[in-house]
């Protein structure tokens, strides 16, 4: 059987049941068909049962006419059922269309390839756009059972009765982690503040934490700094040297001590850092090759308005934002792993009077960020606004952070307090169990001798 032959089987089939055009709605699309009448006829009749509208020869024979179309319902008699086979012909022709757009993916990229004033760089975005689109266009997903819907649900009820809760990874914060019960597999998390609030240091710490702690195998895109400048500030994190003796080379005999007994767990594979790639393309290939590679359970980009995905002429960069924001969303859920993206906010939160406390409408370019993620935080540290800042009851709030979870799709909202340690730009847990182990930790001098047991290793990360 031909091509249009088998074609118009389908098309016979659908008009003599239109109720078959359900069964195949997501394999079927007007590329299926070669033939310009059965596309006619093939987008009337889903346009007719997509609007719920009664389907017959007289009712679609007028759809066609309206949309302006030549073909007759004359050439389809012959073939109005094509009995058991019609499942069949539905995947032989989304086969051959696919087969037909790998030859036209060919072409271009033959054409663009032998042509010298094409960047080829940007030939290879567009390689990564049409494999995707190809990729995706069967359509042919598993479903679930309901039953084996009831089996995750219970097998998470299982898991957290034995992990405190935590049925996703855990972060090393205690009081995110009880509101999360740890970062959920295909969540898209959108972290968002101020410069200088410590986006980067506190994702470094989860990242950390996740790879040491949860043995987690974890991504970290960096699009801002460099690998070398983020794994100085983990081996401050980690090791508990002052950031700033390591920039300096100002390492005293102590500090060595300390580097050489913690900087080994730094070497663990657990954690790879990514710092040149820049475009969502090739972040979506990263992530694939290393998930299929190596295994991979959380990824973190640092950040979002860095990333560069270009888009159609005269589009603006709130266009560009939602799509690499709504991208990032269907990445995390192909992959099955949460995805933590960093966000600048706009300048709004300075401009406003009172407290700056950031808010929803303040997420920079798209409305669209808000809409795609499935939770988002806002990290506000009162005392970068005010060195004197005080609470309620008059007490101070100097290296207090609040992480402001402003979205939680699954769950409820709320505020959890941090303690951002500045000397080491690292977050730790419950500022008021931190105060004595800095004190006595700052108090060490060069010329003791050094013991892990002196550190409060319950929050080094």
Not at 232 to 251: A, N, P, Y
Not at 343 to 359: D, H, I
Request: charged residues 30%; contains cysteine.
């Amino acid at each position: 059987m031909n091509t249009v032959d088998r074609e118009k089987e389908v098309i016979g089939s659908l008009i003599a049941t239109p109720d078959l055009y359900l069964s195949v709605s997501d394999i079927l699309t007007e590329g299926c068909f070669t033939s310009s009448n059965c596309k006619d006829v093939f987008n009337a009749l889903s346009s007719m049962v997509n609007d719920s509208r009664k389907v017959t020869l007289t009712t679609l024979a007028d759809q066609i006419t309206k949309n302006k179309s030549n073909a007759t319902l004359k050439e389809f008699v012959s073939s109005i059922n094509s009995g058991d086979a019609f499942q069949e012909h539905c995947l032989i022709l989304k086969e051959q269309e696919i087969k037909r757009m790998h030859v036209d993916l060919g072409l271009r990229l033959t054409a663009l390839g032998s042509d010298d004033r094409e960047d080829a760089f940007d030939t290879n975005d567009l390689l990564m756009n049409e494999a995707e689109r190809i990729a995706n266009s069967t359509g042919i997903g598993t479903e679930l059972t309901n039953s084996q819907y009831l089996k995750e649900v219970e097998d998470m009820i299982n898991r957290a009765s034995t992990t405190d809760g935590i049925t996703g990874i855990a972060t090393g914060f205690h009081e995110l982690d009880d509101l999360y019960s740890g970062r959920q597999n295909s969540d898209l998390i959108i972290r968002a503040a101020r410069p200088a609030m410590g986006k980067t240091a506190l994702t470094l710490c989860e990242a950390l934490y996740m790879a040491l702690h949860e043995d987690k195998k974890v991504l970290f895109f960096s699009l801002e700094m460099s690998g070398t400048q983020l794994f100085q500030r983990l081996v401050s994190v980690h090791t508990g040297i002052d950031l700033r003796k390591i920039k300096r080379g100002e390492l005293t005999k102590y500090d060595w001590d300390m580097y050489y007994a913690k900087v080994e767990e730094l070497k663990t594979q657990n954690i790879r850092i990514v710092d040149n790639l820049f475009t969502l393309n090739l972040i979506r290939t990263k992530s694939r090759k290393v998930k299929m590679q190596y295994g991979l359970d959380a990824i973190f980009i640092d950040y979002l308005q860095l990333i560069n995905h270009k888009v159609d002429k005269g589009r603006s960069k709130e266009n560009e934002v939602s799509e690499i924001s709504r991208s990032l969303k269907m990445l995390a859920k192909s992959l099955d792993v949460p995805i933590v993206c960093l966000s600048q906010l706009s300048r709004a939160v300075e401009s406003r009077g009172g407290t700056k406390v950031p808010m929803l409408s303040d997420l920079r370019d798209s409305g669209a960020i808000e809409q795609d993620a499935d939770v988002v935080e806002f990290i506000y540290r009162p005392d970068a606004y005010d060195k004197d800042a005080r609470d309620a009851d008059n007490n101070s709030l100097e290296g207090v952070a609040i992480i402001i979870v402003a979205k939680h799709r699954s769950g409820a909202c709320g505020d959890v307090e941090l303690f951002f340690n500045k000397r080491l730009t690292r977050f730790e847990n419950k500022r008021h169990t931190h105060e004595t182990s800095v004190k006595e930790f700052t108090k060490m001098q060069p010329s003791e001798s050094f013991n892990l047991e002196d550190v409060d290793d319950g929050n080094v990360f």
